[in-house]
């Protein structure tokens, strides 16, 4: 499998897009479109515990890296999705650097953090415990997510966190936060993003955001920007299929007139 880790510190271009279709078909089929990487959606999506192993394990399949975003800042729920096998977590509504301060506890072994050892599928049920030690602190990702005027007023304090390996800005739930909803706020918006941004690099720290197209890609890689989750499977089919329709009906309707 890829350098995921090292790919996401070392700035280098990434793009994937969230899971949220609780079935592996639908992991199998989005790992194979390319994608470097899946962000496996808990917080927003009826995906159960239960099922993400066998997500995580579908992506493995085709060798693409699967992090998940637990649906808050439980230690156990961190600990759940990587002893599962996760290639990293996505901590949302970080907007403290003492929160930021927890999820590298929860997500690291000791001495770096207090995560707790277990004999999940990512430590080969038991069987590969010191080897799993020996290099996770190393390979998983901590990602935690920017979304609201808190975080955006203490981003200074939260990119100073030790630990954190990227800064995952929440354009959605910023909006709102901020009041910069819709096309009368999108300036103040941008300007949000871009002080995140910059504050996060200037830490040292990678710097990712949800986008739910590739139109504006090159813009927010200028300013740093070097993750990208691009909309979801759900968003994909959705718009895939729509598009499909609309061409199918449009070349109906055509056809139609020049019967007549």
């Given at each position: 499998m890829s350098d995921f880790r090292g790919n996401c510190i070392k700035h280098r271009l990434l793009v994937g897009t969230f899971a949220a279709i609780p079935h592996p078909v639908a992991i199998e089929v989005t790992a194979a479109s390319g994608v470097d990487f899946l962000c496996i959606d808990w917080e927003h999506s009826q995906i159960s515990r239960e099922r993400i192993e066998d997500l995580i394990r579908a992506a493995d399949v085709h060798r693409v890296p699967a992090m998940v975003r637990?649906?808050?800042?439980?230690a156990e729920d961190i600990a759940a999705v990587l002893d599962a096998g996760a290639a990293g977590v996505l901590v949302p509504r970080v907007s403290t650097a003492e929160q930021a301060r927890d999820a590298v506890k929860a997500t690291r072994y000791p001495p770096l953090g207090a995560r707790g050892v277990g004999p999940g599928r990512a430590a080969a049920y038991g069987y590969r415990?010191?080897?799993?030690?020996?290099?996770?602190?190393?390979?998983?990702?901590?990602?935690?997510?920017?979304?609201?005027?808190?975080?955006?007023?203490?981003?200074?304090?939260?990119a100073a966190v030790d630990g954190v390996d990227l800064i995952f800005i929440g354009p959605g739930d910023l909006s709102v936060s901020i009041d910069a909803m819709?096309?009368?706020?999108?300036?103040?918006?941008?300007?949000?993003?871009r002080t995140i941004a910059?504050?996060?690099?200037?830490?040292?720290?990678?710097?990712?955001?949800?986008?739910?197209?590739?139109?504006?890609?090159?813009?927010?890689?200028?300013?740093?920007?070097?993750?990208?989750?691009?909309?979801?499977?759900?968003m994909f089919l959705g718009a895939s299929m729509a598009a499909g329709v609309i061409d199918a009906k449009k070349q109906a309707s055509g056809s139609e007139a020049k019967e007549k």
């Open positions: 637990v649906p808050g800042h439980a415990i010191p080897d799993y030690l020996s290099k996770a602190n190393a390979e998983l990702v901590l990602a935690i997510q920017v979304e609201t005027a808190e975080g955006l007023a203490n981003i200074a304090d939260i819709g096309p009368a706020g999108k300036n103040k918006l941008d300007a949000a993003i910059e504050t996060a690099r200037s830490a040292g720290r990678a710097v990712g955001i949800f986008r739910p197209s590739p139109d504006d890609v090159s813009a927010w890689s200028q300013v740093g920007i070097s993750f990208f989750v691009l909309a979801s499977d759900t």
